[in-house]
């Protein structure tokens, strides 16, 4: 499949990564064309590895990740352009976290609202599916490092695209039982606001190495 | 030990039954001195259970469990009065939920702030710590209720107040290590901010039956 993967931080390099080894023909933007971690990127890959801006990886993908950073996602797929996303499955990866005050850092949309529903308010056309948010990227693409059961949530409107994601999460080694369908976009808000649980037992663990499991009552 | 119950909600009313059932003496705080739930309780919880006024539960008790719905928790505190609270041990179960908007609820405080944190800053010669608020209260009291690993959080900046609730959560059932101490009050914001995705999950699998284990790589 071709897919496109907007960022190219430790995030957006180890699910293009991913993809990559997956088969995928993965195209990496960015706000320029010569971005040096994205050529880089795209020359160590190998041939199905390509780069560009935010514009040429939406209009290669049929499917696109959002990696950004979530105080500048909005940004990256206005860039993009609604015309290039609409219609595709977008997978929000991101989180809208504000690293300009005192740490840990603080949401910067929270509560009533989510970076999630912002992107779907803005590109209605677009298939957004919130997954793999909670969690370290080396986690989100390789979940076998961290042993025993532990949970990847998605939330979306478009119950298709959900499913396809789901799929998509299931190449990546998620036991179809460890992800956990929240419903619509609005639950982004959930998974974008347990971060700051995250953010703290980062802190009390030491240790990004870990994941969260909704133990249930039979 | 004598323990002050603060609030006649369900919450309260299950920790009260699990305190007197594990020997200790509650006293039940409610606005007024003839609330008819919690004089109903006394009754029926036997000789070792009373009730009282929010005062009158923080004079009976040597530690003191705040279970009154989050967005009353700071007034319910104050009609206790800060002479009766401070120096105590004062278990922070609530959660500032704001029902009066659209479903699921959101919070009151949150993101920069905690309600815990405001408790904490309102009494500060009371040692707040914020525990148990991350499920419904049937689990809170028996765990043995979700099979498998899962775990309670606990957050205070009183190093051996929180040693204190630590034991006490072993009593109701905690396994030592699913006792995860997330560092300081300040850290309620994370536990707090887990309420909106709690919430969702509730949502989605139809059953507040659920508790969330923290899985660890090695």
Known sequence: MRIGVLGTGIVGMAIADRLVGLGHEVTMGSRSAD???AAH???SAGERAGHGTFADA?????????CTAGTGSLDALRSAGAELVAGKILVDVANPL??????PPSL???NTDSLGEQIQRAFPEARVVKALNTMRCQIMVDPGRVPGAHDVFVCGDD?????QVREML????WPDESIVDLGG???ARGTEAYLLLWLRLWGALGSRDFNIHVAQAP
């Not at 939406?58 to 959002?66: H, S, Y």
């Open 35 to 37: 971005n040096p971690d």
């Open 41 to 43: 990127w795209a020359r």
């Open 58 to 66: 939406a209009e290669a993908g049929e499917l696109l990740f959002n």
């Open 98 to 103: 504000d690293f300009t005050g005192s740490m």
């Open 108 to 110: 910067l949309v929270s």
């Open 159 to 163: 119950a298709a695209a959900k499913r």
């Open 170 to 173: 299931t190449t990546f080694g």
């Open 185 to 187: 976009i609005g639950s």
